[in-house]
Every structure is written in C-alpha cells, then in structure tokens.
C-alpha cells in the first residue's frame, strides 16, 4: 500500500496551489459580495488545462488522472468554492458523458471546444418538480422526421447561461418509466432554446444556477447523446463521477476553514496568551485536521478506484457524503474559533460556511448518498 | 533562433537559516523553487520562440535534485533541458559556475541568446551572468526589463532598470541577457505540460567532461574565492527606554551617550 502521491500528482498540485493562491484568493472577496462569474479565471483555467484535465490529450484534454483532478479541485475551492464548482460541473458533468457515451463526431464538436478551455459545458438535469426524484422528469422530447423537438424547463443548472454546451435529459417515453428518458446535447443559441431565472443563494454566490428553458426546441437528431431511454443510466454513472468533484471541493472548503482558524488561533491573544493554547481550541483544531484529513482519504480513495477501473458508486457516494457533511462542521467550528470576527464579513470564515451548506444538497443531496451507500452495502457490494 | 536559458534551484524561503556549525544553509524541510529571476528569463525565452521560432534550451547546474526545477521548466514549455551535474563542480564559486555554463552553453551548439535571471535568492551575487558573458565573449546587458529583438532576429533594443532610471541599449546577437522580475509574467505549467514531462521526459545529465571543462578551471581549483565563514547576524538587542522626569532622563541619556563614546562633554 502507498499513500504518497506521484511525481506528476505532486506538481499539478502544487501548480494550482499557487495558481488559486497568486490569481484566485486576492479577488474572491470581491467577486462574491458582487455575485460576479469568475470569467477571466476561467478562462486562464482553460488555457492551462484545468477544464478537461482527465479528456485525452489527443481529444483537447490535459490526459491526466482522477486522484489529480481531486488535488486540482480541491485547490481551487480553497481559494473559492464557486470557481470549483464551475471547474467541476465542466470536468464532470459535462467532458465525461461526452467522454464516454459521445460519437468521434460529437467528441470533436462538443467535447473538445469544452476541454481545452475555448468554452464551458453543464449539465441539466434537475427541474422544478424532478430533484432528489431525477426520473419525474416533465421535460419531453418528441421525434419529428429527422429532429427531436424539446420542451420544459430545467432549474438550478450550473454554469447555465456561461456555457455553450448542455447535457439535456428529457422524457421520451413516460410508459417506460426511467428507461424512457433520452440524453441530449444542446448548444447555447439553439432555436427555442433560451434561459430563465437566474438565482440569488446564499453562497457561491460567484457561481451561476440559473434556469434552462426550452419552448418548441428543434434539434437534429444527432444531437442524441447515447442511446434513446438510456438517459437515466447516463445521469447515474456522471454523477458518480460529479461527487467525487464536489467531494473535493468541500475537502477545499474544509481545508480554508482549517487554515484560517489555525492562523487566527495563533494570533488571536485571551486571557494573556495565544487562544491556540487553550484547550477547547485545540480540540476544535485537533478534531478538525482528522476529519479532513479522514475526508481526504475517502476522496483520493474513490478517485483511485475510478482510475483503477474498478466499480466506484459507493466509494463516489461515501466520498461526498462524509467530506460534504465535514465540510459543513469544519467551517461552523472555524466560525466558532473565530468568535464574533467570524460572523462578520472582514473575515473570510462566514463564506466558508455559506459555500460549505451546498456541498451536502447538489449532485445528490446526503439523503441520497445514504441511499445509494444503503442499497450498495445492502446487496453486499 | 536558439535560446538558452540559466536557471538555478534555490530554496523557497526568505527566512534561510543558517546551521551554526558548519555555516551552510539548513536546506531540509525547506522546497526548492526555480530562482524567481531566473522563471522570467525562461518565461522571456518561451515568448522569444513563440515570436521567431526556434527552440529554448535549459540549462541548470545543481547537485541532482534540481532535475526537478527542469521538469517544471519542461512543464512551462522548455524543449530541452540539461543538468549540469558532476562531483567535480563541489565548491565551485560563481566564476567556476559561470565557467562550466559558458562551456555548457558552447555545448550546446548553435546558440543565438542566453537569458538569466539578474540574481539568484540565495547568493544573491547577481555575477553569473556577467562572467559567462565575458567567457563566452559576448555583450551582455543586465536588469533588462524590456528585450526588443527586431524583425531580421539580430539587432535587439534592451531596456534596463537601474536604481536611477533607464537605460536602452541597442546591440546585436549573439549576446547575453539578464532580466529582473517587471519584464513579464510567467505562465503556469500546463497539465499537458506536466503530464508529458512526468511520463516521458528524460532530463540529460552533463559532466564536466561532456562540457569539456579544463579540470583547473572548475570546483575549488577554479574558485578564486573562498567562503571563509557563514553566520546568521546576532539579533539586536532590545533598546533603551528611559523614563522619570525630563530633567533626570536628560541627565541619564547624557551619561550613556558619554559611556558609549558617542559624544565627548569637555
């Protein structure tokens, strides 16, 4: 067993370790209170390979590994939780059904241009009455002669309205239940195809969820990704794949809460001494470090069994659930440590705890990862 | 137009300590980073080939560890990057240094422009540059912050940074270059960039034989200086604080300047 990671592990690390605290970390503040996308970083993200880090060189992709693509996320959502999520949903949920269940001629269409940082890609799923309960999908899509024509609405889609390609599931054939929803790929610009509201949340607030409207939405028929009624499928394994991102980016979140508690229990002076000295806080910090570092492992763990080619549902799942629900304890205890400097905005630690709530909702909130974790271990997997 | 770039592995730190024993730097638990000087003169180099073409070769003399600081260069975008690394180097100072770069750089082949950083963070010498201009005999212009090569790839217009304002200075390649931090802004590594070095980069190690280096002219036999000693200055003492009334304070203060021999009162 080796716990150390790589050469090449080490230095992407360390590349977007400096990259998100030289370019992120002095500009989050601003961007957040302005509820501003990052556009510029992204866009420098794309240019050094973060977008499709695990697509193929050859397809536009960085080529390297899953356990790397958690350091980068990771990294990246210490600095910001909204540019990781933007970074994650591109990798994700958009490059790996592409990926995956794409022709060579939608790879090159779609995927590339999104891989190698020219544009963004997300990923509609959720609806207004289709959450937790992805298979009440109301969205239809209807064959007519060589088109499919699209109508509903999707909500809560990330990336929406910055991106230039959709992963679109809709309802073909309600009789058949889950296996009557079909995968699309639809670009920004097609007829019918426009956005809605545009919300305002309580954190990640830099990043963009924002509604999918499709009206009469005409698309060719090539636009199907996969088979028809294999939508479902489709959903399940890219968000597997989409936990370990967000697993990683509430290790990031956990991570800064951790730094900065650390920095503020060093400096901050009661009863004549270092608050750090004082036993309450050192086993808020004490407990702190070992859940993330618990969490950490649980995240590499998963993203080395993906790379492995070995089944990674339940380890994506478990992964998410405890590094999400850490998350949210880690920044509550840095608000905690922080005192009343961590409840004003002077202080970065209030944004942790914003941005860490989400972690535990999207991509499967921790009452589905219980679920699926259940009905994996229940059936002896 | 080929490019050669000098770069050095330095420790990460402005808070070197120094073991009182031995008067070296206390290198462990501390990490390495390119010279910061020297990641804009590989930076200037890569935009050099984006203009003209060419190739960026980086040299960097060091024990083995600083392979590491040439994969990272590979990883910006270097097309080839040497070690410079033999047992025989051991105690070279910076005019045995710029020797054997002078010599590597000759080995190299055909060169049009060899760039560097202005000084590196631990010596903080800022002569290597200059010597391996004058061994290789070739102009040199230091503190560029502005590296103008005209379109015929021959005639460059340098602006350097001095204490007192700028100095352009036109001369013609080959010729040597050492640049300070305001001339750009390096790129980050790529992670195609990290991914191809990391899996199939080999770095190539040069001896001082396959630089052909003159064995008097290198390590301590080619140091004309020596470090006689090391050592961290002693941390100032705390100072004086006087208080009472000012006409015992005055009186006070006198009489310590008067101790310390500062002022003489006939």
Known sequence: MDFALSKEQLMIQQMVREFAQNEIEPIVAEYEAEGRFPEEIIKRLGEIGILGMTVPKELGGGGCDTVSYTLAIEEISRACASTGIAVSVNNSLACFPLLTFGTDEQKAEFLTPIANGSSLGAFGLTEPSAGSDAAMQQTVAVKDG????????????????????????????????????????????????????????????????????FENCRIPASRMLGQSGKGFKIAMMTLDVGRIGVASQALGIAQASLDRSIQFANEREQFGKPIGRLGAIQEAVANMATDIEAARMLVRYAAWCKDSGKPFSKEAAMAKLFASEMAMASATKAIQIHGGYGYIKDYPVERYFRDAKITEIYEGTSEIQRLVIALNVLSGK | MNIVVLIK???????????????????????????????????????????????????????????????????????????????????????????????????????????????????????????????????????????????????????????????????????????????????????????????????????????????????????????????????????????????????????HLRDKNVVRVR
């Not at chain 2, 750009?184 to 790529?190: G, M």
């Open chain 1, 146 to 213: 060589d088109d499919y024509v699209i109508n509903g609405i999707k909500h809560f889609i990330t990336n929406a309205t910055v991106a230039e390609v959709y992963i679109v599931f809709a309802m073909e054939d309600k009789s058949k239940g889950t296996r009557g929803i079909t995968t699309f790929i639809l670009k920004k610009g097609d007829p019918g195809f426009t956005f809605g509201t545009i919300e305002d949340k309580l954190g990640i607030r830099a990043s963009i969820q924002a509604e999918l409207v």
């Open chain 2, 9 to 255: 592995q330095v420790p990460d730190t402005t808070d070197v300590k120094i073991d009182p024993r031995t008067g070296t730097l206390i290198r462990e638990g501390v990490p390495s980073i390119i010279n910061p000087d020297d990641k804009h003169a590989l930076e200037e180099g890569l935009r050099i080939r984006e203009k003209f073409g060419g190739t960026v070769t980086v040299l960097s003399m060091g024990p083995p560890q600083a392979e590491d600081a040439l994969m990272e260069a590979r990883a910006m975008g270097a097309d080839t990057t040497v070690l410079i690394s033999d047992r025989a180097f051991a105690g070279s100072d910076t005019l045995a240094t710029s020797y054997a770069l002078a010599r590597s750089v000759i080995t190299t082949g055909e060169w049009d422009i060899v760039l560097g950083g202005r000084q590196a963070i631990d010596g903080d010498t800022a002569q290597i540059g200059p010597q391996t201009a004058e061994l290789l005999g070739v102009p040199q212009v230091t503190y560029c912050i502005e590296i103008d090569i005209a379109e015929d790839g021959r005639s460059v217009t340098a602006k350097r940074a001095l204490e007192d304002g700028y100095e352009v200075i036109e001369t013609k390649l080959p010729a040597l270059f050492t640049v300070i931090k305001d001339i750009n802004q390096p790129r980050y590594p790529s992670i195609r960039g990290i991914v191809n070095v990391c899996r199939d980069c080999d770095v190539q190690t040069w001896n001082a034989k396959d630089i052909g280096a003159s064995k008097k002219m290198i390590g301590l036999d080619g140091s004309p200086t020596q470090v006689a000693r090391t050592f961290a200055p002693e941390p100032k003492g705390d100072g004086l604080i006087l208080e009472g009334p000012p006409e015992q304070t005055t009186k006070e203060l006198v009489k």
